[in-house]
């Protein structure tokens, strides 16, 4: 059964980082892709950034420079740092998890497990 547990969202002011977790249980996740999403009410779900198992990134060019991802397999944990944040970066962020190797880029329909999200926003 895959897990994903979101923390670390809060309320900041624009220029400010925050680092959000995702808790996955369930399976080993190890050879697994995973990503970080965001959306706001009324618009479509966005891409932001992929990991997979040899350790490649891809990410939203949008977003690129400002947010890192990254991933702790001892403790089954994926990261997204977010600095210089922005009112725009105000959103319902979510993590996301797929069997598949590797992905070309952070594209929501290549994932088929997804968490509840945390909300981050920013003024």
């Known amino acids: 059964h895959v897990q994903l547990v979101e923390s670390g969202g809060d309320s900041v002011q624009a220029g400010g980082s925050l680092r959000l977790s995702c808790a996955a249980s369930?399976?080993?996740?190890?050879?697994?892709?995973m990503g970080w999403f965001r959306q706001v009410p009324g618009k479509e779900r966005e891409g932001l950034a992929t990991l997979d198992w040899r350790g490649i990134t891809a990410y939203a060019d949008s977003e690129k420079g400002r947010f890192t991802i990254s991933k702790d397999n001892t403790k089954n944990t994926l990261y997204l740092q977010m600095n210089s944040l922005k009112p725009e970066d105000t959103a319902m962020y979510y993590c996301a998890a797929d069997p598949r190797e590797w992905v070309v880029a952070p594209e929501k329909t290549l994932f088929a497990h997804w968490g509840q999200g945390t909300q981050v926003t920013v003024s």
């Open positions: 369930g399976r080993n996740y190890v050879k697994w892709c």
